[in-house]
């Protein structure tokens, strides 16, 4: 069992040190919770397959330089390029801090926006990792979609750092609320730049009100040496819909948990995924259903793809509590492995106490059919094309289900493009 | 055209041909019938490369070289198409794009240029009347969700557009109603030529009745027992397979 330490007298003076905001009483009180109960270790069950030793001593460098933030200079192509590609009104988080620019012009009537900087908040830090994100959290984003709002494109978060020397640890808290009959859909992007070493954990929270909808896309492209954890806990109204998909494309060392309580009835959530993991990167999805009441209905499909000596990891698990009678929940987990190195840990975890459920899981690794491979090939497909073709066959089955479909076609590509890097000269 | 010689393969430690041999010239089609576990698919899935099956000895040659010796693709680029007993569905691989990559796979080998979209479209879609297909076909995955009919005629379409030099088609008549062997019959017939040869590999007669073969051989135990023209197939229909096995081994 491994113990990250994280220096603690280090953190307490960077926070103390941290201007009197509205964010100064919660960080306060993260900070006596982290304290307390430490980051989590892989003796802990849900994290026994991911080791934040990593991730903690990035913190610790970042601390001995008085935890700069270094000012993102070079990325404004990046950050354009990536805008350009996604039509959306966008919201830029930059190294942890808001982007004033896209805060001014964000225009969408009936969506407000405030920074958790100006006003007291009293934030949640209920889970490993939301202490840390609080305790040093600088500025956050508390987006608020009316119920009669009728937005034309999604609303677009950019998270995105840029580690140009020495070690970068950046915190970004982003709480979501769609008001009763509310209707919106969100994109959320994570990118990096920069050789030195970067961790960023980040925190979101989602509120749906009775009879809303949300569609929610995450796509996580960081650079292939830099990490993340993200954490997205989601509470539905009466009636509301849920629709959320997740893309892993990038990263080193990715943890992505993901929790939906389920409190008023007729609730409506599908949770899909798709991580593409190569040689040396860590992706762990870990996925979590609070079914408290009935009838409500959440299905999820995560699909991965592993090359090289990757590894990844999917724990899904569905709880459906005493009284939750009419629940629906499905659970699946597909996984390709194109090289013998690769390795993934699949758990479904169903855990019921009521009676009247429907309840299903399925987890399968494998790899490509032989079959389909040598049907491709007699027509004329070489070996190295057919894969492919399959690999992108299997990615495509989750990019079709995912929500807000104007940007199906732009992940199509991204995911071939990657593909097409992981796939390259291994005999995959 | 193809020059099958001594042929013996095996799966595992199961040897399935053994010792057959076989002249198909072009312009003919030849009949290949026999009993199951005769190795009929067996010899279909040789010629196309398959590599769950080892060749132990004999030789095939293909345009006057060895074939064996060549990758699944090669063989197709080179002019080799087999119609699958079973096609494969292979969903979220578009029907469409398939077609046009195996078209443009063997045109490459060609030294042609691709073909365009437009051209593409309007080539497929001909050939889809012929077949009496919907165009929709085109926008599914492969074979996805296709009835046992629709698969069929959907390896005739792949077939159609690849013109190949040699077809082989295994149990392509299979589980088909009238309306579909006959247009399966239809598709088969439009492609026959003086510089094309086709192997119509058939557990029965009735296909032979929409297409005539010029020549009819009956497999029994890995090597071919019995070649005839269009009548052993007529006679093979009245007497039964025993009848052959009898004549062979007697």
């Not at chain 1, 990325?75 to 801090?97: K, N, P």
């Not at chain 1, 040093?136 to 508390?142: A, M, S, T």
């Not at chain 1, 009466?238 to 929790?259: E, K, T, V, Y």
Request: aromatic fraction near 6%; hydrophobic fraction near 40%; proline fraction near 3%.
């Amino acid at each position: 069992m491994k113990s990250p330490k994280l220096s603690f007298d280090a953190l307490r003076a960077f926070v103390d040190n941290l201007p009197d905001d509205g964010l100064a009483a919660s960080r306060q009180a993260a900070l006596e919770h982290l304290h307390k109960n430490g980051l989590p270790t892989t003796g802990d069950e849900d994290w026994k397959y991911t080791d934040l030793t990593m991730i903690v001593d990035i913190g610790n460098r970042w601390l001995e330089g008085q935890g700069q933030q270094p000012l993102p200079a070079e990325i404004g192509g990046t950050v354009d390029e990536i805008c350009s590609s996604i039509d959306a009104d966008w919201l830029i988080v930059l190294g942890g801090q808001i982007d004033e620019r896209s805060l001014a012009e964000f225009s969408p009537s009936g969506v407000s926006i405030r920074r958790l900087t100006e006003s007291a908040n009293d934030l949640l830090f209920d889970a490993p990792l939301s202490d840390l994100n609080t305790a040093l959290l600088q500025d956050g984003l508390r987006i608020r979609v009316d119920g009669d709002a009728a937005l034309r494109r999604p609303i677009g978060i950019l998270v995105i750092d840029d580690a140009m020397a020495g070690a970068v640890m950046s915190q970004i808290r982003i709480e979501i609320e769609v008001m009763a009959s509310g209707s919106a859909s969100f994109v959320e992007y994570h990118a990096s730049t920069g050789s030195a070493d970067s961790y960023t954990n980040s925190v979101t929270s989602l509120d749906l009100g009775d009879g809303s909808c949300a569609d929610y896309v995450r796509i996580q492209d960081r650079a292939l040496h830099h990490n993340h954890t993200s954490r997205l806990a989601v509470t539905t109204g009466q009636d509301s819909a849920f629709n959320h998909c997740a893309f892993d494309l990038g990263g080193r060392m990715i943890r992505n948990d993901i929790a939906i309580d389920i409190t008023e009835p007729g609730g409506q959530i599908a949770f899909d995924g798709l991580y593409l993991v190569g040689d040396g990167q860590h992706v762990d999805n870990h996925t979590r259903a609070d079914h408290r009441v009935g009838p409500a209905e959440s299905h999820q499909e995560y699909r991965g793809i592993l090359t090289g000596k990757a590894r990844g990891v999917w724990n899904g698990k569905a709880i459906v509590h005493q009284g939750a009678d009419g629940t629906d929940a499905e659970q699946a987990n597909h996984n390709l492995l194109l090289s013998d190195n690769a390795e993934v840990d699949a758990k479904p975890e169903l855990e019921i106490y009521a009676d009247d459920v429907k309840c299903s899981h399925g987890t399968t690794v494998g790899q490509l059919d032989e079959t389909s491979l040598f049907y491709l090939r007699t027509r004329g497909l070489s070996e190295h094309e057919a894969k492919q073709v399959l690999t992108r066959a299997f990615a495509q089955a989750i990019v079709s289900k995912s929500p807000i479909s104007s940007i199906h076609d732009m992940l199509a590509e991204k995911i071939s493009q990657r593909l097409g890097e992981l796939m390259h000269g291994a005999d995959a | 055209m193809l020059e099958v010689k001594d042929l013996k393969a095996s799966i595992g430690d199961t040897e399935i041909l053994r010792g057959l041999s076989l002249d198909v010239g072009a312009g003919e089609v030849h009949a290949i019938m026999g009993p199951n576990g005769s190795g009929k698919s067996t010899l279909a899935l040789v010629i196309a490369g398959h590599d769950d099956y080892k060749v132990t000895s004999g030789s095939v040659t293909y345009q006057g070289s060895d074939l064996l010796e060549l990758e699944p693709e090669e063989r197709a680029r080179k002019g080799i198409f087999l119609g699958f007993q079973y096609p494969v569905e292979i969903p979220g691989v578009n029907n469409a794009y398939l077609l046009k990559a195996a078209v443009n796979a063997k045109r490459k080998h060609q030294g042609l240029d691709e073909m365009d979209a437009f051209e593409f479209l309007k080539l497929a879609k001909e050939k889809m009347a012929l077949l009496d297909m919907d165009p929709k076909f085109l926008n599914r995955g492969v074979n996805e969700g296709f009835s046992g009919g629709e698969k069929k005629r959907n390896e005739i379409l792949q077939m159609a557009m690849l013109e190949p030099s040699l077809a082989i088609l295994d149990e392509t008549d299979s589980g088909l109603d009238i309306d579909a062997l006959r247009a399966v019959a239809q598709g088969v017939n439009a492609l026959r030529s003086p510089d094309r040869a086709i192997v119509l590999v058939t557990h029965y007669q009735r296909l032979l009745d929409y297409v005539e073969p010029d020549h009819v051989h009956v497999l029994s135990e890995g090597r071919i027992a019995r070649s005839g023209d269009k009548s052993l197939a007529l006679e093979l229909e009245e007497k039964g397979y025993d009848w052959v096995r009898e004549a062979a081994t007697g």
